[in-house]
């Protein structure tokens, strides 16, 4: 859907992008300390939604979070 600017559901180009930092449920707490954002990509023609980490800030946090694992 990022990529292709279609709803893989129902084959609507009618995508809204929610960048980041807008609305409150935009972020993931991945632990004390780190958070990292999202941004959603919503079909407005059948509700579906995808939503992808953004940002190498973000990445990076995700790879320390695997290497405390
Ligand atoms: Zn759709």
Same mark, same amino acid.
């Given at each position: 859907?990022?990529? %292709?600017?279609?709803?893989?559901?129902?084959?609507?180009?009618?995508?809204?992008?929610?960048?980041?930092?807008?609305?409150? !449920?935009?972020?993931?707490?991945?632990?004390?300390?780190?958070?990292?954002?999202? %941004?959603? $990509?919503?079909?407005?023609?059948?509700? $579906?939604?995808?939503? $992808?980490?953004e940002?190498?800030?973000?990445?990076? +946090?995700?790879?320390? +979070?695997?290497? !405390?694992?």
């Amino acid at each position: 859907m990022r990529a %292709t600017g279609i709803c893989p559901k129902c084959s609507s180009k009618e995508i809204v992008v929610i960048p980041i930092g807008r609305g409150a !449920n935009n972020w993931i707490k991945v632990d004390l300390f780190a958070l990292i954002k999202l %941004t959603r $990509y919503i079909c407005a023609s059948c509700g $579906y939604m995808e939503q $992808y980490v953004e940002g190498e800030k973000s990445f990076s +946090k995700l790879r320390r +979070k695997i290497e !405390n694992v």
